[in-house]
């Protein structure tokens, strides 16, 4: 029987064996997972913990900060400030970078995260997340700014997402596809699961807030019109509709058994591109998506060559299963 594979493990090999990461972006990944395991252990906690609720305070977005949104944001700046791997951070949580601290040594690596996505699931006990994007310092001069994030995901070094559901369930790529891997609580370690993920081509599931549908654009709306008229419509099957509410958990799900994913931009707020996030949602999300044989546009434009002129900004996303987003993205150009 072989033993299993610990994220420990298969870091060291991609280290030593496949010289895919150098060892401060192992040693990156590896406080990453840790600070996951700690939020983790939080959201198990639930009300027994006092972590359910919300804040007495709004994000840069203007939304209603979660007590869970404030300690995972702290979780993963404590444990990821001191390693010297790190010259800066990025979060929904901040309005501006955080830069690390002049005690501690500064590395050549940007983090940005999600530190908790799907917030409005955190009080009603359905799977929530973090995602994390990894970037380089464009150059090693001393010093960082904002501008320093302010590249396209294509320039990602590392991407992943810890999903706190039934599981938890730690889910990254360095380029070389996507692996899985499912927290031990016993052992309290990430145990690779499944290695060389894909995603079907074709799928018979979509996920979209159908709540919208007044206010999406004509190609989104003959999209699901399209799926929601099944067998009988243009399509020749019937599809099936799954919401969660929680990007990390509908990407989950995609990755784990295909299907495409819509947050589109919509009527609402015509000004916005949409409400996901590009740098800390879609920006590393497309990349495991694309990773694993997907596709993620925003409707017009793979997602991953999107240059980036706000930390905060929007972006409307189509990710999933690759025959169903270039169809979407096929009827935003008119075909
Ligand atoms: P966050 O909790 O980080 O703000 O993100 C929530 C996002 C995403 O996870 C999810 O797909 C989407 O918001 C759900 O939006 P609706 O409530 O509009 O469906
Ligand atoms: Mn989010
Ligand atoms: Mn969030």
């Keep these: 029987m072989t033993s299993p594979i610990s994220l420990t493990r298969y870091l060291v090999e991609q280290q030593r064996i496949q010289s895919h990461i150098p060892a401060d972006l192992r040693l990156l990944l590896e406080v990453v997972a840790r600070a996951c395991k700690s939020i983790s252990r939080a959201v198990n906690k639930g009300a027994l913990g006092d972590v359910l609720g919300t804040a007495q305070s709004e994000n840069v977005q203007g939304e209603i900060q979660k007590k869970l949104d404030i300690i995972a ?6 444990a990821n400030e ?104 016993e052992q309290g370690s990430f145990v690779l699961t499944q290695e060389r993920v894909k995603i079907p081509a074709d799928t018979k599931e979509f996920a979209i807030n159908m ?7 004509d190609p989104v709306k003959r999209y699901v019109d399209e799926c929601l008229a099944g067998s009988t419509g243009v399509r020749g099957k019937d ?24 947050y589109p931009w919509d009527k ?22 694309e990773q694993a044989g997907g596709a993620a546009t925003d409707g017009r434009q793979r997602i991953l060559d999107i240059e980036p002129t706000q930390l905060h900004q929007r972006v409307s996303v189509v990710l999933g299963s690759r025959n169903e987003v270039e169809r979407v993205t096929g009827y935003h150009a008119g075909l």
């Design 268 to 289: 609402r707020e015509p000004g916005k591109p949409g409400k996901l996030r590009l740098m800390y949602e879609a920006n590393p999300m497309s990349w495991l998506i």
């Design 82 to 185: 001191w390693g010297g791997h790190l010259a800066a951070m990025a979060s929904e949580e901040m309005e501006g970078i955080y830069v690390v601290p002049n005690r501690y040594p500064q590395g050549e690596y940007l983090l940005l995260f999600d530190p908790l996505d799907g917030s409005s699931n955190v009080d009603v006990n359905v799977s929530i997340g973090t995602i994390f994007s990894v970037l380089k310092k464009p150059d090693a001069s001393a010093g960082v700014s904002e501008s320093d994030f302010l590249q396209p995901g294509n320039r990602q070094v590392a991407a992943g997402y810890c999903v706190y559901g039934p599981q938890t369930t730690l889910v990254l790529t360095v380029g070389d596809g996507v692996s899985m891997f499912t927290l031990d609580r």
């Design 211 to 217: 709540s919208n549908m007044r206010h999406w654009a």
């Design 239 to 262: 599809f099936n509709m799954r919401w969660v509410a929680s990007m990390v958990a509908d990407v989950h799900r995609i990755l784990t058994r295909g299907g495409i994913f819509l």
């Design 73 to 78: 944001n702290e979780v993963l700046i404590e």
